[in-house]
């Protein structure tokens, strides 16, 4: 199923004097070598990468990342950092020569520091995602990634990934919730960049480089964070709007009726919410009718009481007399809000009753989403009978999970073959309308060699003269983003 | 008065085949080498620095950028960029040897889209910031990006100089308004990053190396930017407050108060206000009494109304109960809104009037506002009698412009020659508490050596490593932000 595995690579092995020099550094309880153990770390969530490792290193201090480095550097031992091994571009998964040490982050899962005076949070690369929020909301602040994968994923790979998520419209991306970094460099040298500073001008941004270089120029060990206020009231619908242009419509007056606290804006096409309540038992119906183009979206307001409900009330009353939306439920009590955002999460998980799925991740400028999505339909109609996209996603921020269901009772496999045609239509069209073939998910194995189709040469020139300048063996996640 | 000129460089000259090809490429318009035309373009805002050189290139498109710069390259020139000549660190003036080329984008003006649906406007490098500011606003959106010298500088340099300002603790810095660059490196290549997406995964982010570098890496010829929804009511008051550590106290309840729509937070200290209503004519007094410690700050709401101001007058009330606030004036015009923000103008132009001033542009933690200013100031009292430290600033952002105003009646030039003491005594303790030496000015050529002092070696080297992947040559803005 790997659309471009890294199979076929020689078998390699790591000498024994390196891997006792490394189990030294980790004591007893920092490495295994246990095929259990290690049997679901070299595996990627979406199940397309196999691959092997001589070591699983569990560090638990960033001198004892750093010393790993050092060795691995002077031996010329690859090394492959994981989180919560969440990626969906095989970034966090080994190539299969077996010659390369698997660095988890498991052990740093300190929270170092939660300080609500500077709304910033000190945390170490291996907390998970879903223990920082809940750190933060105990000192009543908010810290806004929130995605799919929070209870597993940790926020070392979040940041290496430069994740989304749901809050991105309001909060931004990972990126722009990083204010510190601590690194270790392929060399093994400790960068402490773990300031707490909201303005700071001394020289280039280092801590840039790495964010979202998916592990290719060192390893995230600890970051300092920013979070915001809680807020107190959160207003949710999901309705149905007239045609797929209404979105943009709808758009603007919610982010003007919230006085800009829209925190999500999630498009949801007619057949995800139908395979939703089909095959996801506990997805319950929200709105009676079913409708082409549906919006869950979410006002969050900072004092409690029900000014943002009334406003997305006023909102939608207006919406619905211009023709704009047609069918509405506004959550009228917590469990009805979950009940709503749950439905996001089955229309992930109810692609899969309906067969094999070809995933695209692309983001276009929020005005394009509708031509996007028009005019990738029109094309895959014409390639293929029967075929059924499966749109849904961040409209608010332009970025479509595009996926494309197989037409019902075709073989799987014969339908996969064609994965290559479908990609090049989607991200045919996402590179006409200037758009990206990665939105939120990376680069990894996966879409690596894609890459080298929409980036320029100079882009890509420039990305390995950096990748070359701080890791000149090539040993930080061989083979990840780019083909060194 | 240059703390670290360049003076003293030996002469340099262009050979006269490069000088007219680059004139070739320029067209009669293009270039000057008029002593008038020149000189005002070599001295920096603050007269530390005074340059030289051999051309003024006025290209009008980034194809004529890009050609000056292949000249240059190959002939080794050095190139000085220059938007509206307004950096505080001598950024933009070229070294005092003649040998150099300095590259005004003012005739690069052009405001090529805003596009309200998108929230974005593409721009190039040579627009005033003003300019942009009313380009947005005419499509009822906001572009937030505001400072002193909006009405001169240009967003080429403000990119390059990841300008800050007064509305960054809502809005952020100029990196977080960037989306997209196009960008002339210094062999003359043209990266075309003008993407307008909101999410891009597809590698490493490019943008963000430019973004702050002081146009030591690059020529930053053209971007797309960030907007916002235009806010329809402004709520502004300045108040004074119980002491230095009550601001602290005012801020969370601000921030709590707007449902985070405070987008401005400044210090004003009481000597700050007593120059301004003593020197500077047109500044009016807006409470009776004088205070030792004040604050300046504004709600910005998307709906037209009072709710803000509604806000903002029960938030000081009970700040005022609770002994927070000792006296408010809200504006209750525009007029009046327009002479409160004056007095933060004038604070900075009263210093004059007082003799020397000894500047710094320092941030630390949000929360260590207080210990900073306290501690500098008991520090400097010790160190000279009758020294007047002059704090204001972006409080909310941990950024102040910590100025320090000569005793009454000393010789300017005596007290200016403490300045190298002065610089430790504040910057050491700045670093005590993990601040910043340059929040917001950059470095230039005025922080350049004691950036050495306060960077590790590790980020010095990445830094230079950077520098020398890009420029292997040093043409690009030579001897800013580091000595290559």
């Known amino acids: ?255 003007a009726a919230s006085g800009d606290a829209l925190s999500s804006f999630e498009l949801l096409a007619g057949i995800t919410l139908d395979f939703a309540y089909q095959h996801v038992d506990s997805a319950k119906r929200a709105m009676e009718g079913s409708y082409d183009w549906n919006v869950l979206f979410e006002f969050s307001g900072l004092e409690p009481g029900h000014r943002m409900n009334d406003a997305l009330e006023t909102m939608l009353e207006k919406a619905f007399e211009d023709g704009v939306v047609i069918d509405a439920v506004i959550a009228q009590s917590e469990q009805q809000r979950a009940d709503i955002w749950f439905l996001r999460e089955a229309v992930v998980e109810a692609q899969a009753a309906e067969g094999a799925s070809i995933k695209h991740d692309v983001s276009v400028p929020v005005s394009k989403v509708p031509e996007f999505i028009n005019r990738s339909n029109e094309a895959l109609h014409d390639f293929m009978e029967g075929i059924r996209p499966y749109p849904f996603g961040h409209v608010g921020d332009g970025n479509i999970h595009y996926n494309v269901t197989q037409p019902a009772g075709m073989d799987a496999d014969a339908y996969m073959a064609a994965a290559p045609e479908i990609h090049d239509i989607v991200h045919g069209i996402t590179a006409d309308l200037n758009g990206s073939i990665s939105a939120e998910h990376g680069i990894g194995q996966l879409k690596r060699e894609e890459l080298k189709r929409y980036k320029t040469k100079l882009e890509l020139d420039l990305m390995r003269q950096l990748k070359s300048m701080l890791d000149p063996q090539g040993l930080m996640n061989p083979g990840k983003v780019l083909d060194i």
């Open 1 to 255: 199923m790997a659309p471009d595995g890294n199979g076929g690579r020689a078998q390699k092995s790591v000498a024994d004097e390196v891997l006792n020099k490394l189990k030294d550094i980790l004591g007893p309880k920092g490495w295994s070598q246990d095929a259990d153990t290690l049997a679901p770390l070299l595996v990627d969530t979406r199940g397309y990468y196999h691959g092997a490792c001589a070591l699983l290193a569990r560090p638990e201090t960033t001198e004892q990342v750093a010393a790993i480095m050092k060795v691995c550097h002077e031996a010329g031992v690859p090394v492959v950092p994981q989180g919560g091994n969440t990626s969906r571009v095989g970034s966090a998964t080994p190539d299969e020569s077996g010659g390369t040490i698997l660095l988890s982050l498991a052990r740093m899962n300190t929270v170092r520091e939660v300080d609500p005076v500077d709304y910033t949070m000190t945390v170490e690369a291996g907390c998970v995602l879903k223990d920082l929020q809940d750190a933060a909301e105990a000192k009543d602040r908010l810290f806004p990634l929130s995605l799919g994968a929070e209870g597993s994923c940790m926020i070392g790979g979040n940041i290496a990934s430069n994740a989304g998520g749901i809050n991105v419209l309001r909060y931004g991306n990972t990126r722009d919730l990083v204010l510190g970094l601590e690194v270790v460099l392929p060399n093994g040298e400790i960068w402490n960049g773990l300031r707490r500073l909201r303005k700071d001008n001394t020289g280039y941004d280092l801590k840039q480089w790495f964010i979202g270089s998916e592990g290719t120029l060192g390893i995230v060990t600890a970051a300092v964070l920013k979070l915001f206020p809680l807020p107190k009231e959160r207003a949710t619908a999901l309705c149905a709007i007239r045609d797929l242009d209404a979105c943009l419509d709808l758009l603007a007056r919610a982010r």
